[in-house]
């Protein structure tokens, strides 16, 4: 199998960390989560936050850090809070700034992709989780992905990994089998976490949900359990090949120094640093038609995971502007910057989004993705100039242009899908004309298929094998 390099760390830092708590155990039941739920803290009205017990572990003083941070009022006078989460942390993000606690504290709700820590006491919503998890087919990892591969994910695992898998349950490397690669990928990425000291349970998510149920706060989940784990399951075998290679064949040190660096990047609120870096296959021993091959491969898990999602966090956005109500909003800060990023979204909708927060990121706002060459930000007038080139240089013919780097996708099939486990969009009226909203496409569309549980299978996914 050709080695593939793709920088995994940045995607795993932004989205939601569902899988890294999954156990290894005999009986399914045990094998989930449950182990991990603690007993729920509740805080009398007017106590104070900074009495949970939580607190204790945590500095005395305000950090010294400035992460992304925008506001939106609505008409009502009300404000909406979009706070950029990270979901692995150390102390050194603690205590958070006073005024993104005290718009914390001003708000109503707090709106979260998923409520975590309400997963881990739900049981029978592990078990239902379960079809996301494991092959019920019969086949195991290994009748799905390449040999060579399979062989160095087992040594990865049984040499690197395992104190923590024998703390998570996986008394035997043998039980890693029966679970899928999204599961794999949650243990790799809980693995590199740990060596950049970083952790899950320091979270941004995590640590305002803690506060959240402590004081009986409504707590919104913008997705659901079922939805993400869907989405995570729904890709190509060549996708999860591709992903999978770069955890146990690349460096080891470089990809910790990803993770490191993307959570310095996140204290100082800088924009760039929670953009992923294009992937180069140039250095690679591939063919033309596989490079073309993995880079769709790419472009359809971006679409699935931040372009499509976005779409429907800010529909939820607006609901939360026009309902009268402050909201305090924390979902991975990846879904904040960049074109087509809520914030984006938000803009191009004709709200006044203000930035109170972190390093400029309207710049970021004209970009998908940093040039492979990681040589910093790009001026996003220095695109349109090459495209005007490319195009005069080419006579329009064989040269693309920015307008052919996007397509059509079936946004209704989205929501469809969004709705189906349990995300909340806006009314049926506001969505009207959004069909041919554009993403990062080339030229295939979101595709969904139904498997033999009920699920969605398959979504975002090109390349079914």
Partial sequence: MKKNRILAAALAMLLCVLLVTATGCNEMA????????QPQETLAEGESIY????????????ADIDPLFWEVEGEKGNKVYFFGSIHVADETAYRLPEHIMNAYLESDSLAVEVDINAMQSDLMGQLKLAQYMTYADGSSIADHIDPELYAAMREFAENEMSSMLSSLGYSNIDMLDMMKPS???SLFENYYAEAANLKSDLGIDSHFLTIAAAQGREIIELESAEFQYAMLDGFSDK???????SYVMGDVDETVKVYRDMFEGWKEGNPEAMLSEEVDFSGEDLTDEEIEEYTQILEDYNTAMLYDRNEGMADKAEDFINSGKNVFYVVGCGHFVGKDSVIDLLLDRGYDVKQIGGMDAEPYLDMYELPASGAGKQDPADDEEEEE????????????????????YNYDLYVEMYEHFGGTT???DALEGKTTKKTKKTS??????ANDNGGWGGWGSSDQD
């Fill in 30 to 37: 045990n094998m989930m989560m449950q182990q991990y739920a």
């Fill in 51 to 62: 009495n949970l017990s939580m607190y204790d572990r945590l500095p005395s003083d305000n």
């Fill in 183 to 185: 599961v794999w990928m």
């Fill in 239 to 245: 996708f999860y090949e591709m992903q999978l290679s």
């Fill in 389 to 408: 080139e490319e195009e005069d240089n080419h006579g329009g013919t064989t040269a693309l242009t920015h307008d052919d780097l996007y397509s059509v």
């Fill in 426 to 428: 806006a009314d049926e």
């Fill in 444 to 449: 295939t569309t979101t595709k969904t298929t």
